[in-house]
T-cell receptor
Framework: DAGVIQSPRHEVTEMGQEVTLRCKPI?????LFWYRQTMMRGLELLIY????????DSGMPEDRFSAKMPNASFSTLKIQPSEPRDSAVYFC??????????FGPGTRLTVT | EDQVTQSPEALRLQEGESSSLNCSYT??????LFWYRQDPGKGPEFLFT???AGEEKEKERLKATLTKKESFLHITAPKPEDSATYLC???????????FGKGTRLSVIA
């Protein structure tokens, strides 16, 4: 299995621009999680989906963040407009039936 | 609020010098406790899941144990390639997110 796939691996953008991060979970997994990692706050959950349905988005910082999962094999996290404080590493993870979560390689986002 | 605290924040060991990392947790109910390893520039890599107090799991030089309030990751005779950040996380119920600690950054010096 190829594991969780994320793209792009690195993104540098200017403040105010729209950013879209993409994730392909492991085939057959039914839960998908978006996390953000910073030095100060560690790994924090943004949103998660079960069977393509958003369950809890209370971790999404504000309305500038949105996430979708149109089918079992694809999810996006969008930031519009982006701000410098959004700079972080964003991880996608997937799991089967609530057991261990497998993480992708992450997207390092830099907003200047 | 569910909380996970890891100590120490950083640990420097000589090759072959065994030690333990601590993960203490406060949760409303524990379904599972997870250990991950994270190398620089990579995503967390799953190591172990522990489900009940008294449970132990081993993998090469690593052994994880669980009590009702904390978990330990014991590293026996570490090698430089064991250098990484080790993350602990708890899950309260199935199909729910993990709550992570901030990790212990381990350096093993040859």
């Amino acid at each position: 299995d190829a594991g969780v796939i994320q793209s792009p691996r690195h993104e540098v953008t200017e403040m105010g621009q729209e950013v879209t991060l993409r994730c392909k979970p492991i085939s057959g997994h039914n839960s998908l999680f978006w996390y953000r990692q910073t030095m100060m706050r560690g790994l924090e959950l943004l949103i998660y989906f079960n069977n393509n349905v958003p369950i809890d988005d209370s971790g999404m910082p504000e309305d500038r963040f949105s996430a979708k999962m149109p089918n079992a094999s694809f999810s996006t996290l969008k930031i519009q407009p982006s701000e410098p404080r959004d700079s972080a590493v964003y991880f996608c993870a997937s799991s089967l039936l609530g057991f261990e979560q497998y993480f992708g390689p992450g997207t390092r986002l830099t907003v200047t | 609020e569910d909380q996970v605290t890891q100590s120490p924040e950083a640990l420097r060991l000589q090759e072959g010098e065994s030690s333990s990392l601590n993960c203490s947790y406060t949760v409303s109910g524990l379904r599972g406790l997870f250990w991950y390893r994270q190398d620089p520039g990579k995503g967390p890599e799953f190591l172990f899941t522990l489900y009940s107090a008294g449970e132990e799991k081993e993998k090469e030089r690593l052994k994880a144990t669980l009590t009702k309030k904390e978990s330990f990751l014991h590293i026996t005779a570490p090698k430089p390639e064991d250098s990484a950040t080790y993350l602990c996380a708890v899950q309260v119920s199935g199909n729910t997110p993990l709550v992570f600690g901030k990790g212990t950054r381990l350096s093993v010096i040859a």
